[in-house]
T-cell receptor, first 111, second 115 residues
Framework: QKEVEQNSGPLSVPEGAIASLNCTYS??????FFWYRQYSGKSPELIMF????GDKEDGRFTAQLNKASQYVSLLIRDSQPSDSATYLC???????????FGTGTSLTVIP | GAGVSQSPSNKVTEKGKDVELRCDPI?????LYWYRQSLGQGLEFLIY????????KSGLPSDRFSAERTGGSVSTLTIQRTQQEDSAVYLC?????????????FGSGTRLTVV
């Protein structure tokens, strides 16, 4: 079983819509959760991190964490073509120091 | 430096040759991580440094892979007797504290092609 699972997509949404990206993780003891964005040919860049159950908002981005169900999601409101990228979910377990990454979800925002 | 710097940005090598990849983390970042990303794949953890020591080498795929870090700063990942399956983008990341609190900052990567 993979540590982190993501739907590879591709996910397509029209410009201005809400994009919803989902991620599940296997270790119930996981403590920290991250979303990275990776443009084609570029390295990942951190968008948001969340540690507590509930929602965390930053601009057009909202991260949602549900530890009981072991999922974390990222909502992108008012999606823009510049949001088109692969979004990587990452998790840190309570005992470790490394990130476990999902394989990423490819998002295309259609103008 | 302002960001995580990796060199070279691209490396083409013949099968069987040794290669060295360099990572210069953000100044003051004590934790340094190496990952690799193959085409269409997720990020695969290789090794983690805290200062100059490597508490977690669990991700190194074989004994052909080794890494060191000196002076709590620059790290070198060495791949001996390269194989075609070693072709990937090798990413280095650093963070101020271990555990990745607040997330890593990634370098731009070294694209390794073994022919």
């Amino acid at each position: 079983q993979k540590e982190v699972e993501q739907n590879s997509g591709p996910l397509s949404v029209p410009e201005g819509a809400i994009a919803s990206l989902n991620c599940t993780y296997s270790d119930r003891g996981s403590q920290s959760f991250f979303w990275y964005r990776q443009y084609s040919g570029k390295s990942p860049e951190l968008i948001m991190f969340i540690y507590s159950n509930g929602d965390k908002e930053d601009g057009r981005f909202t991260a949602q964490l549900n530890k009981a169900s072991q999922y974390v999601s990222l909502l992108i409101r008012d999606s823009q073509p510049s949001d088109s990228a692969t979004y990587l979910c990452a998790v840190i377990k309570d005992t470790g120091n490394q990130f476990y990454f999902g394989t990423g979800t490819s998002l295309t925002v259609i103008p | 430096g302002a960001g995580v710097s990796q060199s070279p940005s691209n490396k083409v090598t013949e099968k069987g040759k040794d290669v060295e990849l360099r990572c210069d983390p953000i100044s003051g970042h004590t934790a340094l991580y190496w990952y690799r990303q193959s085409l269409g794949q997720g990020l695969e953890f290789l090794i983690y440094f805290q200062g100059n020591s490597a508490p977690d080498k669990s991700g190194l795929p074989s004994d052909r892979f080794s890494a060191e870090r000196t002076g709590g700063s620059v790290s070198t990942l060495t791949i001996q007797r390269t194989q075609q399956e070693d072709s990937a983008v090798y990413l280095c990341a650093s963070s101020f504290v271990s555990g990745g609190v607040g997330g890593y900052t990634f370098g731009s990567g070294t694209r390794l092609t073994v022919v």
